[in-house]
């Protein structure tokens, strides 16, 4: 079973790369960079705008721009500069050099061997598109000196021999970060924290209402087969699969916030949320809940509903219900104790399925009701070509996806004895 | 690695034509069969019927709806439904319906007040002249439309948008792109499914690791993000043609990884049958055994599995096409029309605009009830079961 | 027969679900009672009386994007400023009713006489919030900020020459400084509008390299000390409080220091729909830039709630219309039609970046004027904005209250025929009778039109223009693209024709050269000429010589006048003379409304909401309802706890 963990993982970690690569790829297939906003203004400089395109790299070639994005996430880093060489570094702080010079520019002597792919595919870096940003280069470079520590926190020591030398630069431990986000200006984790917050809790909400509706109703479907329940509850659960998320989302929102106030219209706090008590605000976030969450229930109702009916009914017709019947048990003990167990099995697996869609699946939802959630924040990234915010979130939802998957088969074989992994 | 569990409908284990067991007489073909299953399921009838009767629209659209999707007059904007009238202003019944010329003026809320002029009717008309639209994808023309009445009056079944144009009539030429969308896609995404899939599950070995990684690894990226980045790729420079292509590899590209994988593991077990082993055994060609004996035994199942994803494209092409990524206008999509409607006040002010939810609706309802019924219909295991 | 029943009641259900919708989805549905919102206009700049109003109380605001940085330096995003704006004072601010400059920390700004060298005097008694004085060190510390070449400051481009000259700063004493500029600037005291930073807590940041990440949004207040009538408390991710300035520097007329308010709020909401609905709902106390489209909405009748909702404290919770919807006239978002004049080609494929047909037809001022007479500008209001717009036809007419505003002679009014006519003289006429134009060659005149997706009345203006191009036969293929995708076509590949832009306006034309100017890089229909374009009549090329049939018969070639706006704007600025320089601008605005390079459409008119419980709102055209915020209060007669706390004072 471990090792089974340990090459599921293993296998994963593979296929993250992959996505990533994917993920990355596909972006950059797009013209223009995130800061074309700014060039409709008359008040901002073009200076302004390619500073800000040069800080974050995006003059750079397109692997040399990905190898940066993985090098950040990697917990032990070659990277502390943002010259060419990853390898060999420079041991010359900027301090004391004219800005004009920036310490990278004579910089390219090739490493002796480069050991890995990775590093030698950074060594072609232009020092012509260096050159023109002194400003940036300096104030975001941190100086060889100070390892791999976060870019802002290390000032250049003053003093240091001018003299340039150069030395091998071995990596470091280096906490992994997800980049900087263009339009936030601020680490990606702290932009994602708060949204992929509110969405893990739609969705655990959406979830925990969808299992604590669907199985009883399923149970109760199938107890009553062909009977008038049954009958009108696969009605509505037909209707329920049919009708789109978004649309739902929009008749609700229509008839519930636009049409009389009686619930909020989006977001998932009132603007007087700080002022609230502590059970005040916990009301205040369940009265905005309350549609998004409509709409995922009702959405993921109808299908689990229909599943654990037809695993029940699969399953009462089995010979060991019939054999526990005929033993004399009592109706409730076959049912709840060998039919139930039975036919919630196979449903574990959709849990685990659920646990995959978590960050994603609501996305569209959370974009026509304008919830604060990472549907919305990706949308805009996307739009806005927000690179590090969307790779992050499209890792975070890859990543859940293969979490997700792995409880499922694991749950799976915890629920069934019959499947064991090896 | 494990298999992981699928709710699909496992292959036939025999030859289809032995299924026809408990008819007397001369064997049925499976499809004949199935046909026979399909008709007992009423409500899949039901859905055929009214899927059949969208398609027609859809494919005579220029003759069905009363105006071309761009026909705009922008007197006529925001036009309320319904206009069709049977008592006239003197208050007499009139067997034909009629309708009134009518305008509009803002009261100081800006709100439109309509007036109609009550001088003259214009009777409802049917095949009647009118402006000249397209059907069939465009490839006939037609001045003739089912009905409509005469010109200065216009028809508003179900409203009119901000240009003018009749709601009804986009809806009816939406579904070029809305009832297509699924049939393509789906058919796209079967046939690299097939493919890969039978490749996969018939040659084994490392191209099937390959394949299988390729899949996991198209499996595992988050769906809609996905979508939305792979939208943005396309290039500006397309026409809502070429749009609605992109949108369609765009929807194939992400669901052809899991039917490869449901394929392969069909063909698998199809692979060790009697009747395949049989077919090798005599000689024929690997191409000529997959082509002839195992990918067919994996239609029954991949016309259900495409019934099924039909829904699924239709919603997300009007997903995407909800925050404005998909085909654009002035070319109407249910999914575009509902984007106008996004907005409160238009919800509110403009109602109608909602219409095309209804469509999508209906459609995808009706897909689920035909494919519920194919399922049952093609499943080898209900065919005994089923009582006469 | 329990599948009949299933059936039957399926298809109940469906029915069932149909019936509502058609009974709901057949007409506008929305209760009748209730009462609506007034609504007002401007006030008159004469009218604005301010009163003593009463201390305490919130304001809450929505926005769409969350802030980036609290630097106004670095960043001139609104994401930014509409923050900054409340934090720091520039030494000059614009009158908002006439956009003249007004004292703001500088008390005076006079230039000697060859106009260069200004002196500018500080107001004396500023503090910042942290208590330490206001002094010429910190103008002189902003301005070396500025012109820091690690700062990434996005004002520094526009204050510097074109050689990368600067402007030197001395202290004549604390509450002096002499500004040397290097030309004769008339926007100057505008210029100098811009956030003066201080010296005591920033210095040893700029010197550490470290000033383009600070004043960031996760900075704490005790970094940033502030002039304005509001500093930083706290932001969380998806909402902004700024907190009452206990050291501002005015005073109202009783004597008690400004501001009134406590604090302001601004919440993050993306969409501006939901915006409008929590105003409604009575969460937000101001809506700002109203669509025209969602007026009724805002206006129509609403039931006063009664009831409270189960989450609601003693906070204020005003109910459904208690407030007004301003008119404020046109605003400055005008959008417009561009048409691809560039000449060049592309020097990686040789091939020019216009197709010299279609460039040809661009050229002509009379194509310009044709699509001018196309624009349906009484659509663009009616249809989009609910009436709620002006017409536009150059490129500052819609504001009557504008120091520089002039009524364009020429107007190029909604007129098919006229756009027929003037076409057929270019030679484009439908030669075959299909009801489309061709040009002497018979080949069809089309091109492509564009604007970006995100801004949807813009969509629709283009949609509109397209439709009538349509109606004179000219094959418009109309696709709305990203924003990203269109801004690196205008900016870097050329390779587009025709497309529907706005740009951020004002009401000074000097801040728009790099619009103007030929040599500027939003001069979208020929951005970066190294020259006016002149010679663009003499070029041989083989589609041109088809062209020169009739060009030698235009009446007037007009090929200088971009060089004539070039020249309007190098001595706008240098002219310090206001009435000299309301003729150098007149000229331009004419030349432009003659020329059509920008074919205007439809300005908006800015309307805002702002709830009735607030004191001392005096509506401005160019100012809106919050350019005096320090003065508004909120009326008595509010709730309990806002007694309250007017009580502690």
């Known amino acids: 079973m471990g090792a089974y963990i340990i090459r599921r993982i293993l296998i994963a970690l593979g296929m993250l790369i992959g996505a990533s690569l994917l993920g990355f790829g596909v972006m950059k297939l797009t013209p223009g960079t995130y800061f074309d906003l700014l060039k409709m203004n008359p008040r901002i400089s073009q200076e302004h705008v390619d500073q800000q395109i040069a800080r974050y790299g995006l003059n750079q070639p397109v692997y040399v721009q990905y190898l940066r994005w993985l090098d950040n996430l990697l917990p032990f880093g070659f990277k502390p500069t943002e010259s060419g060489s990853y390898l060999w570094v420079e041991e010359s702080p900027a301090a004391g050099r004219p800005a004009q010079a920036p310490p990278e520019d004579e910089e390219e002597e090739s490493p002796p061997a480069a ?35 976060t870019l802002a926190a290390s000032a250049p020591p003053a003093g240091q021999p001018a003299m340039a030398k150069h030395k091998f630069n071995w990596p470091r431990f280096k906490w992994p970060n997800l980049g900087e986000s263009f339009e936030h200006q601020e680490p990606v984790w702290d932009v994602i924290t708060r949204p992929m917050l509110n969405t893990l809790l739609l969705n655990l909400v959406a979830i925990a209402l969808t299992w604590l509706v669907a199985l009883p109703l399923g149970i109760y479907a199938a107890l009553n087969q062909h009977k008038l329940g049954d009958l009108v509850l696969s009605a509505i659960s037909f209707v329920g699969m049919s009708l789109p998320g978004f649309f739902m989302a929009l008749i609700l929102l229509w008839l519930f ?8 219209p989006g977001g998932l706090r009132s603007a007087t949320y700080d002022q609230m008590t502590g059970w005040h605000k916990l009301l205040d976030v369940a009265w905005h809940l309350i549609i998004p969450a409509i709409v995922l229930t009702i959405g993921g109702l109808a299908g689990l509903q229909r599943i654990t009916r037809g695993n029940m009914l699969e399953v009462l017709r089995q010979q060991y219900v019939t054999t526990a019947r005929a033993k004399g048990l009592p109706e409730n003990r076959v049912i709840y104790r060998h039919a139930l167990r039975n036919a919630i099995n196979p449903l574990i697996t959709i849990f685990g399925y659920e646990l995959a869609a978590l960050f994603s699946g609501a996305a569209l939802l959370e974009i026509v009701l304008d919830y604060p959630g990472m549907g919305q924040l990706m949308f805009t990234a996307i739009v806005s070509k927000d690179e590090p915010l969307v790779m992050a979130g499209f890792m975070l939802g890859a990543i859940l996806l293969l979490l997700g998957n792995l409880v499922a088969d694991l749950l799976l074989a915890v629920a069934d004895p019959r499947i064991s992994y090896s | 690695m494990t298999q992981i569990p699928q709710n699909v409908v496992e292959p036939p284990a025999e030859e289809p034509g032995a299924l026809a067991r408990g008819v007397p007489g001369r064997p049925l073909s499976p499809l004949s069969i199935a046909w026979r299953n ?9 859905a055929l019927v009214v899927l059949i009767i969208m398609y027609l629209a859809m494919l005579c659209d220029g003759f069905v709806a009363p105006y071309p999707y761009n026909a705009w007059d922008r007197q006529q904007a925001y036009h309320p439904a319904w206009n069709l009238h049977v008592v006239d202003a003197e208050g007499r019944f009139h067997l034909r319906p009629f309708v009134y010329v009518s305008h509009y003026e803002f009261d100081p809320y800006r709100n439109r007040i309509w007036r109609e002029d009550t001088s003259r009717a214009y009777p409802l008309k049917l095949l009647v002249r009118g402006q000249t639209g397209t059907m069939l994808f465009g490839l006939l023309k037609t001045g003739v439309h089912l009905y409509g009445v005469q010109a200065p009056a216009r028809l508003y079944l179900l409203g009119a948008d901000w240009q003018g144009r009749d709601i009804l009539s986009r809806i009816i030429f939406g579904g070029r792109v809305s009832l297509t969308i699924g049939i393509v896609g789906t058919a796209i995404a079967m046939i690299i499914g097939m493919i890969v899939g039978g490749i996969s599950g018939y040659v084994g070995g490392a191209g099937d690791t390959v394949l299988q990684r390729i899949c996991e690894l198209i499996m595992l990226i988050p769906g809609f993000y996905t979508l939305m980045i792979l939208y943005n790729t396309l290039p500006a420079s397309l026409t809502s043609m070429q749009v609605y292509f992109g949108v369609v590899v765009i929807l194939a590209f992400i669901s052809w990884a899991s039917l490869a994988r449901v394929i392969r593991g069909m ?39 495409a019934s099924l994803q039909i829904p699924a494209y239709i919603l997300g092409e009007a997903g995407l096409s909800v925050i404005g990524m998909g085909v654009q ?32 609706f209906l459609t995808v309802m009706a897909f689920n009830f035909l494919g519920d019924g194919l399922r049952d219909a093609l499943d080898p295991r209900t065919v005994g079961l089923k009582k006469e | 027969m329990p599948k009949a029943i299933t059936r039957a009641l399926t298809v109940l259900s469906i029915v069932a679900v149909l019936v509502i919708l058609w009974v709901i989805l057949r007409s506008q549905t929305f209760g009748a009672g209730g009462v609506r919102p007034e609504v007002a206009g401007t006030v008159p700049a004469a009218d604005y009386k301010p009163i003593v109003g009463t201390y305490g109380g919130r304001f809450v605001r929505a926005t769409v994007s969350p802030p980036k940085s609290f630097n106004p330096v670095t960043s001139a995003e609104t994401s930014t400023t509409e923050y900054t704006g409340y934090m720091y004072l520039g030494l000059t601010k614009t009158n908002p009713w006439t956009a003249e400059v007004q004292p703001e920390l500088a008390l005076s700004w006079t230039p000697d006489e060859s106009g260069l060298v200004w002196t500018v005097k500080l107001r004396p008694g500023v503090v910042w919030s942290d208590g330490v004085p206001f002094t010429a060190d910190d103008v002189l510390f902003t301005y070396d900020t500025t012109y820091n070449p690690k700062v990434s400051s996005s004002m520094r481009g526009i204050i510097s020459g074109p050689k990368g000259e600067r402007w030197k700063l001395e202290k004549v004493d604390d509450l002096t400084v002499r500004f040397t500029l290097f030309d004769r600037n008339a926007i100057f005291p505008l210029l100098i509008a811009d956030s003066i930073i201080p010296k005591h807590t920033l210095e040893a940041v700029v010197k550490a390299g470290r000033f383009n990440e600070a004043l960031g949004t996760s900075s704490s207040p005790d970094e940033m000390p502030v002039t ?6 706290n932001y969380d991710g998806s909402r902004v409080i700024l907190k009452r300035n206990p050291h501002f520097y005015r005073l109202d007329a009783a004597g008690n220091r400004l501001p009134y308010l406590d604090e302001i709020v601004t919440i993050i909401v993306p969409d501006i729909d939901v915006q409008t609905l929590k105003f409604t709902s009575g969460e937000t106390d101001i809506l700002e830039s109203v669509s025209g489209k969602d007026y009724p909405n805002i206006v129509r009748p609403r039931e006063e709630r009664t009831k409270k909702r189960p989450m609601q404290t003693a906070a204020s919770r005003p109910t459904g219309s208690d407030f007004t919807v301003y008119r404020l006239g046109p605003s400055f978002g005008e959008s417009f039609l561009v048409l691809n004049q560039n000449t060049g080609t592309n020097p990686k494929t040789h091939q020019p970046y216009v197709d010299p047909r279609k460039l040809a037809w661009f050229r002509d001022v009379r194509f310009r004027q044709a699509m001018s007479y196309l624009m349906d500008r009484k659509f663009m209001a009616d249809g989009i904005y609910n009436g709620l717009s002006y017409p536009q036809y150059g490129p500052m007419s819609a504001h009557p209250d504008l120091p520089l505003a002039e009524a364009n002679t020429v107007r190029f ?3 098919l025929a006229k756009a027929r006519a003037l076409l057929a003289e270019m030679g484009l006429q439908d030669r075959n009778g299909d009801g489309w134009l061709e040009d002497a060659n018979g080949l069809p005149v089309e091109f492509n039109l564009t604007t970006n997706v995100e801004n949807e009345p813009r969509a629709k203006v283009a949609a509109t223009m397209a439709q009538d191009m349509q109606k004179v036969g000219i094959h418009v293929n109309f696709r709305a693209m990203s924003f990203n995708t269109l801004i690196t076509k205008l900016d870097y590949t050329y390779d587009w024709e025709a497309c529907v832009m706005s740009l951020t306006g004002g009401p000074e034309p000097a801040w728009g050269a790099d619009v103007w100017k030929s040599s500027g890089r939003l001069h979208m229909w020929f951005p970066r000429q190294p020259k006016p374009s002149t010679k663009w009549e003499v070029k041989k ?34 002219e310090l003379d206001p009435v000299k320089r309301k003729a150098i601008y007149a000229r331009w605005q004419e030349i432009i409304a003659e020329q059509q390079p920008f074919i205007y459409t439809v300005t908006p008119e800015n309307l805002m909401a702002l709830r009735n419980r607030f004191g001392n709102v005096f509506p401005a055209p160019l100012g809106g309802v919050l350019h005096n915020i320090e003065e508004i209060y909120v009326k008595q007669g509010g709730s309990a706890s806002q007694a309250a706390a007017q009580g502690q004072r």
Request: charged letters at 15%; glycine letters at 4%; one cysteine or more.
């Open chain 1, 115 to 149: 050991s890995e792919p990775a590093e030698a595919a950074t060594q072609p870096t232009q020092p012509a598109t260096l050159e023109t940003q002194p400003a940036t280069q300096t104030a975001q470079a941190t100086p060889p000196a100070a390892g791999a520590a």
């Open chain 1, 257 to 264: 916030a636009g049409m009389s106030n009686f619930l909020p």
């Open chain 2, 38 to 46: 399909l008709r007992k399921h009423r409500l899949a009838m039901v």
């Open chain 2, 267 to 305: 063909v698998l077990s199809v692979k060790s049958s009697d009747f395949v082993m049989a077919a090798r055994a005599g000689g024929s060609s690997p191409w000529r055994v997959v082509t002839r004996h195992v990918l067919p035994s994996t239609f029954s199942y991949a016309i259900v599995a």
């Open chain 2, 329 to 360: 206008e002035p070319a109407p999509t249910w999914g575009n029309m509902l984007q106008q409607a996004k907005s409160v006040t238009e919800m509110t002010f403009h109602p109608w605009l909602l219409w095309p939810g209804v469509a999508i």
């Open chain 3, 228 to 233: 304005g009538p509001f500093m930083f408390d």
């Open chain 3, 413 to 415: 009014e909604y007129n």
């Open chain 3, 541 to 574: 090329d083989k589609f041109f010589r088809l062209f020169h049939l009739w060009y030698p018969l235009q009446k007037k070639p007009s090929t200088k006048w971009e060089a004539e706006i070039d020249e309007c704007f190098d001595k706008g600025i240098a």
